[in-house]
Structures are given as C-alpha cells and as structure tokens.
Antibody, heavy 120, light 107 residues
C-alpha cells in the first residue's frame, strides 16, 4: 500500500529556510494531490499547501509569502520550503495524500511526521 | 477562512459509553466534513469523510452525521483503544481548516 516518509533537518536556525521532502512508496504520485500539514507541540493541525502531480499548487494564505511546494515525479517525491522561519514555525510537519484525486478533500494517507525545531 | 469549533476540548468517558463529539463550522460547508483520530506521537488517521462515509478499515462503531454547519462524530460503544484526540476538518473551501480537537479521557 502507499506509504509516505518525510525527511529533512530536525533543527533550523531562526531566519533561515526549512526544507523537507516527502517520498511516496508503494504507488505513484500521478493523479493525486499531495499536502503538507503541520502541528505545533500540544496544538492543533494547520494545512500548509497542496500540489498536484502536474504541478498545480494551492497555498494557505497565512503562509503563502514564505512557502514553496514542488514535485519531482520521477523521484516520486514532493517538497516543502519555508523561508524566514521563527520559533512559531516549530512543529511536527506531516505530508499527506488528498483523498480521491481532489485538492479539496480528506487526507487519507499520512506520513509519520517529522519534528522541526527552530532555534535562535 | 472557515472556522471550525470543537467544544468541549475534552470529555471524560468510560469504556462501553456511547460518545458523541460535536463540530461546528462558521458557515455552511454542505457535507464537506472529515473526522480524524490522533494518538500521542502519531499521525492522524482518517475515520469519516464527507460527513458520514466510513473510511476503509475503520470499525463500524464509528459514524458521522450532519450537514451545513453542525456535525457529530459518534462512537457507539467506546473501546480502550479509542482514547485519543479527535479532529474535524472542512474540505469545502481553501484553506482547509481543522477544529482544535476533542480529547477523550478516562473517567
């Protein structure tokens, strides 16, 4: 079955850029939307952005000025870059699949999550 | 943005209880409402999508109802493994937003 795995540094310095990748195994990126979602410690979930396998993108307006999402179909990966990070960006970052091939959808498959801490 | 409200933030319940967890949207979202279960240190798991459709592999004791602005997740007979935090999420419009969660605690 399809599995997702996040990778990237667990510690990022304040004002620098957070970079994460999500590798899709057991299936193809094609014909689905893929999202990044984050969860600060002890808090709720925040959707960051989604990307379609062909490159169609939608960002959360609250983060749009700092976020870039991209896809590498041959590698079966998609990635997140968040620039100018602050302590408020400290969170567990999840990659997820949007269900049914729709952008606006439930998230039916999730990665295990990766904790990213922003240090001063 | 559509605000999703989950109140209360925690519920004290017992094994075997019938549990209802409410979720309210700040505007009508039709039936574009999804429910997740999250256990400590784990990613959320999708339970219910489109307000009332059971995700494959999810036990039938979970059910969802509602439309418009008011929704409910029901657990018909609470099992020990159901103690967790439950989140609702709207997929009606972007940005997709989540409620703050309801945590089920042992009474």
């Amino acid at each position: 079955q399809v599995q997702l795995q996040e990778s990237g540094p667990g510690l990022v310095k304040s004002s620098e850029t957070l970079s994460l990748s999500c590798t899709v195994s057991g299936g193809s990126l094609s014909n689905f939307y893929w999202s990044w979602i984050r969860q600060p410690p002890g808090k709720g979930l925040e959707w960051i952005a989604y990307i379609y396998s062909t490159g169609l993108i939608n960002y959360n307006p609250s983060l749009k000025s700092r976020v870039t999402i991209s896809v590498d179909t041959p590698k079966n990966q998609f990635s997140l870059r968040l620039k100018s990070v602050t302590a408020a960006d400290t969170a567990v970052y999840y990659c997820a699949r949007n269900k049914g091939g729709y952008g606006l959808a439930a998230f039916d498959i999730w990665g295990q999550g990766t904790m990213v801490t922003v240090s001063s | 943005d559509i605000q999703m409200t989950q109140s209360p933030s925690s519920l004290s319940v017992s094994v075997g209880d019938r549990v209802t967890i409410p979720c309210r949207a700040s505007q009508s979202i039709s039936t574009n409402l999804n429910w997740y279960q999250q256990k400590p240190g784990k990613a959320p798991d999708l339970l219910i999508y489109d307000a009332s459709s059971l995700q494959s592999g999810v036990p039938s004791r979970f059910s969802g109802s509602g439309s418009g602005t008011d929704f409910t997740l029901t657990i018909s007979s609470l099992q020990p493994e159901d103690f967790a935090t439950y989140y609702c999420q709207q997929s009606y419009s972007t940005p997709q937003t989540f409620g703050q969660g309801t945590k089920l605690e042992i009474k």
